[in-house]
């Protein structure tokens, strides 16, 4: 018997900001409706944003495009009808008035997936922020609000040196990348 469940990658539109419910949702209503053959993978592709607040990191998950989710699917059937009738979806990408929803190319697919591959892994590794001799101004700690110059960058902790006015001297300071930013 020839498997004719192929599977292939869709952009759902969903109501922006209601990404991971639009996503639960799906999963849900396929297993009550016992169609997880026809669903693998239902993915709302996020990035990693780090942010600093009162000094400490918060890395939260940013969703990257905002309004889509993914879906590995069959859409054979009523499948696409099902989705279609999901609270929060408007509808599939691309698709013709009326016409089949179009599926993403390969190439697309892995673009998308590689970037949130890659936006896992690059929280750590971004390239360096900052050169040496240019000014930045301090965002956290107890310098907040002055502006200092770029003097020795440590890439391995990711901190700076900058040398900071204070009451008219010059101090080194040394700040992570977080707690800075170009000016």
């Known amino acids: 018997m020839a498997d004719n469940n192929v599977k292939k990658w869709y952009v759902v539109r969903a109501v922006s900001g209601q990404e991971n419910k639009v996503k639960a949702y799906i999963e849900n209503e396929i297993n009550r409706l016992g169609m997880g053959d026809f669903i693998s993978q239902v993915l709302v592709p996020t990035e990693k944003v780090v942010t600093v607040k009162d000094g400490k990191k918060i890395v939260k998950d940013k969703v990257y495009f905002s309004g ?32 089949d929803p179009v599926p993403l190319r390969l190439s697309e ?6 970037k949130v591959d890659e936006l896992a892994v690059s ?7 900052f050169n040496l001799g240019e000014t930045i101004k301090v965002v956290d700690g107890p310098f907040n609000g002055f502006n200092g110059t770029v003097e020795k960058i440590n890439e391995e902790k990711r901190k700076l ?23």
């Open 161 to 183: 040196e900058v040398m900071v006015k204070i009451f008219g001297r010059k101090t080194p300071l040394e700040l992570s990348f977080m707690q800075v930013e170009k000016v």
């Open 123 to 129: 929280v750590d590794s971004q390239s360096i922020p």
């Open 68 to 99: 889509y989710v993914m879906i590995e699917a069959n859409l054979a059937g009523e499948i696409p009808h099902i989705i279609k009738s999901i609270s929060g979806v408007i509808g599939f990408l691309g698709e013709v008035k009326g016409g």
């Open 109 to 114: 697919v892995n673009r998308m997936l590689g």
